[in-house]
C-alpha cells in the first residue's frame, strides 16, 4: 500500500541552525500538507501546497518557514534559523483532492538545542 | 472558529469492553470529519472519516463513529476493545477555504489504555 515517508526520523540540531525537513508524498496525491505537534499538544496546521504554490498558511507559519517542490516526487519544509520552540515533531501529508482524507508520514522529530 | 474539542484526556478499559471517545467540534458548514490513530513514535492513521450521507461510519480495526448533527458531536466506538487498540485517538475537523481545499484541525487526543 502506497505511504507517506519522511527523512529524517529524527533531527538535532542548534539553535538558529537552518534544517530541511522531507517528505515523499504519495505519488498520485496532489495536495500537500505540513503538520506539527509540539510534545504534549495537540498536531497543529502550518501550510498547505498545491499546483506548486502555497494555498493556505496558519499564523504559525511565519517568515522562517517555507516550502517547497523541487521535483516531481519530493516536499520540503525549511527552517531558516530554528528556535527553541520549533522543537516538534512535524508531520507531512497528501491527499488525492482538497477536500478529502489526508495521509500522514511517520514524523520528522525535530530537537533544537 | 472552527475548533474540535475531545473532553476526555486519558481513558483506561479492560480488554473486551466497549469504547466510546467523545469528540465535539465547532464549525459553521457541514463539516467533513476524521478519526485518526497515533501508535507510540508513530504517524497517524486515519480509523474512519463522514463526509455526507450514512452518519454512522465503518473504520478499519472494527471501529465506527456516528455523527449527530444536532449534539455536534462525532463519537467514536467499538464494541470490544483489544490490547493493541491501546494508543492516542485525534479527532478532526476539515476545514475548506476557496471552496476545494481544506486542513484539518484536530482534538488534543484522547490517549487510550487497555487493561488486561
Known amino acids: 500500500e502506497p505511504e507517506v515517508t519522511q527523512t529524517p526520523s529524527h533531527q538535532v540540531t542548534q539553535m538558529g541552525q537552518e534544517v530541511i525537513l522531507r517528505c515523499v508524498p504519495i505519488s498520485n496525491h496532489l495536495y500537500f500538507y505540513w503538520y506539527r505537534q509540539i510534545l504534549g499538544q495537540k498536531v497543529e496546521f502550518l501550510v498547505s501546497f498545491y499546483n506548486n504554490e502555497i494555498s493556505e498558511k496558519s499564523e504559525i507559519f511565519d517568515d522562517q518557514f517555507s516550502v517547497e517542490r523541487p521535483d516531481g516526487s519530493n516536499f520540503t519544509l525549511k527552517i531558516r534559523s530554528t528556535k527553541l520552540e520549533d522543537s516538534a515533531m512535524y508531520f507531512c501529508?497528501?491527499?488525492?483532492?482538497?477536500?478529502?482524507?489526508?495521509?500522514f508520514g511517520p514524523g520528522t522529530r525535530l530537537t533544537v538545542t | 472558529a472552527q475548533s474540535v474539542t475531545q473532553p476526555d484526556i486519558h481513558i483506561t478499559v479492560s480488554e473486551g469492553a466497549s469504547l466510546e471517545l467523545r469528540c465535539n467540534y465547532s464549525y459553521g458548514a457541514t463539516p467533513y470529519l476524521f478519526w485518526y490513530v497515533q501508535s507510540p513514535g508513530q504517524g497517524l492513521q486515519l480509523l474512519l472519516k463522514?463526509?455526507?450521507?450514512?452518519?454512522l461510519v465503518q473504520g478499519i480495526k472494527g471501529f465506527e463513529a456516528e455523527f449527530k448533527r444536532s449534539q455536534s458531536s462525532f463519537n467514536l466506538r467499538k464494541p470490544s476493545v483489544h490490547w493493541s487498540d491501546a494508543a492516542e485517538y485525534f479527532c478532526?475537523?476539515?476545514?475548506?477555504?476557496?471552496?476545494?481545499?481544506?486542513?484539518?484541525?484536530f482534538g488534543k487526543g484522547t490517549k487510550l489504555s487497555v487493561k488486561p
Open positions: 501529508a497528501s491527499s488525492v483532492s482538497g477536500n478529502g482524507e489526508q495521509y
Open positions: 478532526a475537523v476539515g476545514v475548506l477555504y476557496g471552496g476545494s481545499q481544506g486542513n484539518l484541525i
Open positions: 463522514y463526509f455526507s450521507g450514512d452518519t
